[in-house]
């Protein structure tokens, strides 16, 4: 798959390249791009509008990179703002499906190519979509949270699962991979099945909230399945204040520094890493040849593979130049870093 992927890959590339290289002013349209918050995850703050933007600048196209915060009238704002500029490309990452949808259907009506970047909008029906293979994602997580289980020594542990948001078909997808890994464990008796919920808005306050309801309501819980470092690092909070934090593994995913921090701390056992730079790159690569009048030498869905990352393996995440050792090596993790190899 992952061979599969690079060669569609280097093709988009060569194609974009090819596509940059043309006069500017031989009717490039601008591209826009809106992302989802700055809240649900790290990235969208940080990695993916450095690398979309450095994409676009190094092509010469034209971009507006805005972010909704969340916000889902903010959202449809930005995007009625976009059309009527007369953008060629759009490109988002929805809030709901329903919302994504409404400003897909407008953009279409306006002649508009259309691209769904990173969560799949149901019946959006956009020209080009763009991600991670989720439910590999999610059954990553369920891998990891069996391996970190089997040095554990715990028989039968109850496993507590905390979802992302039920409006994210991204969440949904997640739950079908762990799910596929983990319901056979219970339906056997290897693990117990304690409680799952799922949380609105991956909302990291009301995760904190919802874990310790589970905790105390389940005392035997001895694993935990969060869907991303942020609901993770909820949990890891209120497990500290019971003095469970190391006892209990805990899953994520996004490779944020705040998750990886608690990898090398030995609060959380593993993360998912989704190489954003490859997302990026592909989506910026379609945008561009489309806002260039060219066909796209790509196919409609691009799926992208995502790794495992556990204390052993931190350091690929900086090779990667995803996340450096400075930021990860803090006075606080020093040490923890040390121990694992990684220099500042």
Same mark, same amino acid.
């Given at each position: ?19 940059? %290289? ?5 009717? /490039? ?13 790290? #990235? ?34 930005? $995007?009625?703002? *976009? ?11 929805? !809030? ?7 400003? !897909? ?8 190519? @259309? =691209? ?19 439910? #590999? ?24 699962? !905390? ?26 008796? /290897? ?22 309801? *589970?905790? @105390? ?7 935990? !399945? ?8 909820? $949990? =890891? ?13 805990? @899953? ?10 608690? =990898? ?5 056992? *593993? ?30 869905? =691009?799926?992208? *593979? ?30 923890? %870093? ?7």
């Amino acid at each position: 798959m992952r061979t599969v992927f690079r060669r569609i890959f280097a093709v988009v590339l060569l194609a974009a390249g090819l596509a940059a %290289c043309t006069d500017p002013d031989s009717g /490039t349209g601008k591209v826009g791009i809106i992302l989802p918050d700055t809240k649900t995850s790290a #990235r969208w703050a940080t990695a993916d509008i450095k690398y979309l933007e450095a994409a676009f600048d190094a092509a010469g196209v034209p971009v507006d990179v805005q972010n909704a915060q969340g916000d889902k009238t903010q959202f449809q704002t930005i $995007a009625d703002g *976009m059309i009527s500029s007369g953008v060629k490309v759009l490109m988002i990452v929805n !809030l709901d499906s329903g919302t994504g949808k409404a400003v !897909l259907d407008k953009a279409r009506s306006a002649g508009i190519a @259309t =691209i769904d970047y990173d969560r799949l909008t149901l019946d959006g029906n956009a020209d080009h979509y763009v991600s991670f293979d989720n439910v #590999r994602v999610g059954q990553l997580l369920g891998q990891g949270l069996v391996g970190c289980l089997a040095t554990s020594g715990d028989a039968h542990p109850v496993i507590a699962e !905390l979802n992302g948001a039920p409006t994210d078909n991204n969440a949904t997808l997640f739950a079908q991979g762990y799910n596929s890994v983990l319901d056979p464990r219970y339906a056997d008796g /290897t693990f117990v099945r304690g409680p799952q919920q799922n949380v609105h808005d991956w909302d990291n306050n009301q995760a904190a909230t919802i874990f310790e309801q *589970m905790l @105390t309501a389940h005392h035997g819980i001895r694993g935990v !399945l969060a869907a991303n470092d942020g609901l993770a690092n909820a $949990a =890891i909070q209120v497990l500290k204040r019971y003095k469970l934090n190391g006892h209990v593994p805990v @899953t994520g995913q996004d490779a944020t520094v705040q998750g990886l921090q608690n =990898i090398l701390a030995g609060d959380q056992c *593993m993360t998912v890493y989704k190489p954003v730079k490859e997302e990026a790159d592909a989506a910026s690569s379609l945008a561009i040849a489309l806002a260039k009048g060219q066909p796209p030498a790509a196919p409609r869905e =691009i799926l992208l *593979m995502p790794r495992a990352i556990t204390r052993n393996t931190v350091k690929d995440v900086i090779a990667d130049g995803y996340v450096t050792s400075a930021q990860l090596c803090t006075d606080e993790f020093r040490q923890a %870093c040390a121990a694992a190899g990684i220099a500042r």
